[in-house]
């Protein structure tokens, strides 16, 4: 079955400090992982997603098939970071996306 | 082109009453997306279509629940005789069918159900 596991409700760090959001997934073939961020009174719109393999305000996630996982990592968090983070994945072929149960990254000044 | 929309952004209703909400995705996107979301959970997919067509729906999905898009353009989601457990944030999202896989998602209707 395909599942999407973010272990931590709330991840809550310094400004500056390095960030990383943990994601891992279930799935039997090969996957698409993608992390969405919802922003204060916000849409959810897409952050990246593994195949463009770019950065996206400073954040990356390289995709690692060995340990099925799909963490969301910053070098420096920034405040405009603070926001609800979901992982999420979809089958090569498949036209649905399943998401993980999100995690609230907070920002401290 | 606004993006997608939903309608409306907030309902109340009481148990037993049926409720039906609107989407109206992008209007190059042929795939329309229904999600549910309940505090503390990610979205939770209900059902989508490519078209007019109604190509999958989850499981979970109980017969309560209907889906219509009948002109291939917007879409509503029916809730029949609600119950406590159906209040929860809908969320629509369209996308293509051409390319790579990526949801627009709309504001979403916020159900209450008293």
């Known amino acids: 079955a395909q599942r999407v596991t973010q272990p931590e409700k709330l991840l809550s760090v310094f400004k500056g400090a390095p960030v990383e959001l943990k994601c891992n997934y279930s799935?039997?073939?090969?996957?698409?992982l993608f992390w969405y961020v919802q922003y204060s009174r916000q849409r959810l719109q897409l952050l990246l997603r593994?195949?463009s393999r770019e950065s996206i305000k400073g954040f990356t996630a390289d995709l690692n098939k060995g340990e099925t996982s799909f963490h969301l990592k910053k070098p420096f968090a920034q405040e405009e970071d603070s926001a609800m983070y979901y992982c999420?994945?979809?089958?090569?072929?498949?036209?649905?996306?399943?998401f993980g149960s999100g995690t609230r990254l907070s920002i401290r000044p | 082109d606004t993006g997608v929309s939903q309608d409306p952004r907030h309902k109340i209703t009481k148990r037993g009453q049926n409720v039906t909400f609107r989407c109206d995705p992008i209007?190059?996107?042929?795939?329309l997306y229904w999600y549910r979301q309940t505090l503390g959970q990610g979205p939770e997919f209900l059902t989508y279509?490519?078209?007019?067509?109604?190509?999958?729906k989850s499981r979970l999905l109980s017969d309560r629940f209907s889906a219509e898009r009948p002109k291939g353009s917007f879409s509503t989601l029916e809730i029949q005789r609600t119950e406590q457990g159906d209040s929860a944030m809908y969320l629509c999202?369209?996308?293509?069918?051409?390319?790579?896989?990526?949801?627009?998602f709309g504001s979403g209707t916020r159900l209450t159900v008293v």
């Open positions: 999202a369209s996308s293509s069918d051409r390319g790579q896989l990526s949801y627009t």
């Open positions: 799935y039997s073939g090969s996957p698409e």
């Open positions: 593994h195949i």
């Open positions: 999420a994945l979809s089958s090569s072929s498949a036209s649905k996306i399943i």
């Open positions: 209007s190059e996107h042929n795939r």
């Open positions: 279509f490519q078209n007019e067509a109604q190509l999958e």
